[in-house]
């Protein structure tokens, strides 16, 4: 059993010789999860703290967007939907949060504190990142057709799907495609939505291309790769 006093001697080197930077981030992140919905929903009912818990409620969510943005150009001032897509903003927060914590601090947080880190799944991993992308797409796509509603933006053609459409291009690239702004706030709207999207993207691309298995190669000087 090691000195009390060695063991915090060595516990002060580790936080000494750690970047600033990286403690910096993982304890603003770390706060920032814990205000996040799901954070919040664990902390009333316990059950939701279950790997099943995270998958339902990743699923729900995701099935909860569509709906509000299929549905939502019927009624885009009514009280209600004002209350589901500021929850959609909240809910777009915990996804980015969620996100920057598995890709950069939840490992660190792990090996500081001496604890085993490892995954349930990376194919489970893949596929919950995945309803994460098509979940911001729908919650976007639900906030162009309000802001389109108050005339806050321009679309070409305004139906479901082209609305759809011009947030995956808002997604996936920095141009707005058929979506003109008309005021300060819809711009920044839209460069959020790039931001996050290219955040998104490149994370998932990573994540699923890793995922994709090598087939067995006939030349000798490329199996060093399997």
Known sequence: RKPCGRQNSQDELTMNTEPLVIRIYAKLFGWLASVTPFAILRRVVPPMRSSNGVELWVLGNTILALMVAS??????????SLVLIGYGI??????????????????????????????RSYRRMALLLMH??????????????????????????????????????????????????LNPLASGILCAQSVIGI??????????????????????????KQ
């Open 199 to 224: 955040f998104m993207t490149l994370l998932t691309l990573s994540r699923f291309i890793s995922l994709i298995p090598a087939p067995a190669t006939q030349d000798g000087t490329e199996r060093w």
């Open 71 to 80: 549905v939502i150009s019927y009624s885009p001032e009514s009280f209600w």
């Open 90 to 119: 909240w809910r777009t927060f915990e996804i980015v949060v969620t996100q920057m914590n598995v890709m950069f601090f939840d490992e660190w947080r792990a090996k500081r504190d001496g604890r085993n880190y490892s995954l």
């Open 132 to 181: 994460n992308f098509a979940e911001l797409i729908f919650w976007f796509t639900a906030v162009l057709i309000a802001l389109n509603h108050d005339a806050q933006i321009q679309i070409n053609n305004a139906d479901f799907w082209a609305t759809l459409r011009a947030s995956v291009v808002s997604m996936v690239s920095f141009s707005s495609g058929d979506i003109k702004p």
